[in-house]
């Protein structure tokens, strides 16, 4: 198994560009997340989905798009990249267990810069 | 948002010293779980915690599920060169979204050899 795994992993855009950045999971997981990193923030959740077809916004979702076309995969799009964007972008899954408890597994990031 | 307060922020120890860093929060958490990451890597679930007062260990790695349900602690014993990065923590919501982890701003961890 592969995990998570995110495309590309190092990006430079121009402002007013526009970029997919492409997550994929072998582990048959059900939920999906993008989370932003930047220097003491944390983690932020972007956008997540419960399911195929199906998105949701998390705390800092403007000027994100999210699809969620098939189950394995979870795109983030960026329309209009602001310098404000320049983070590493995280894409995460999970199982939910029987329980109803969730264990996130994590990508290596996507390191993205806008100019 | 809800928020998680993990301390220190950062440590400096020597290998072979003992770590703790702990986790609180106003709210009532489900789930804990503690993640490490590494320079240029995503975070690496290192241990979960599903039940309050429970003690789990994983290797040199102790951490447990406050009785409270509002906090969590994370212990490393004799702490090597390869346990520095950053660790996180991460709590389950008992209610109301709780498909998304709330997760705390990191303890960085510098071990000297």
């Known amino acids: 198994n592969a995990g998570v795994t995110q495309t590309p992993k190092f990006r430079v855009l121009k402002t007013g560009q526009s970029m997919t950045l492409l997550c994929a999971q072998d582990?048959?997981?059900?939920?999906m997340y993008w989370y932003r990193q930047d220097p003491g923030m944390g983690l932020r959740l972007i956008h997540y989905?419960?399911?195929?077809?199906?998105?949701a916004k998390g705390e800092v979702p403007d000027g994100y798009n999210v699809s969620r076309l098939k189950k394995q995969n979870f795109l983030l799009g960026l329309e209009s990249a602001a310098p404000s964007q320049t983070s590493v972008y995280f894409c995460?899954?999970?199982?939910?267990?029987?329980?109803?408890?969730?264990?996130?597994?994590f990508g290596p990031g996507t390191r993205l810069t806008v100019t | 948002g809800q928020q998680l307060n993990q301390s220190p922020q950062s440590m400096f120890i020597q290998e072979g010293e003992d770590v703790s860093m702990n986790c609180t929060s106003s709210s009532i958490f489900n789930t804990w779980l503690w993640y490490k990451q590494e320079p240029g890597e995503g975070p690496v679930l290192l241990i979960a915690?599903?039940?309050?007062?429970e003690l789990t260990s994983n290797g040199r790695l102790t951490a447990q599920f406050g009785i409270t349900r509002k906090d969590s602690f994370l212990n490393i014993s004799a702490s090597i060169p390869s346990d520095v990065g950053i660790y996180f923590c991460a709590g389950q919501l008992s209610q109301g979204g709780s498909e998304k982890l709330v997760f705390g701003k990191g303890t960085k961890l510098t071990v000297n050899p």
């Open positions: 915690l599903y039940k309050a007062g």
């Open positions: 989905s419960v399911g195929e077809g199906t998105t």
């Open positions: 582990m048959n997981h059900e939920y």
């Open positions: 995460a899954s999970s199982l939910r267990t029987r329980d109803y408890f969730y264990e996130q597994y």
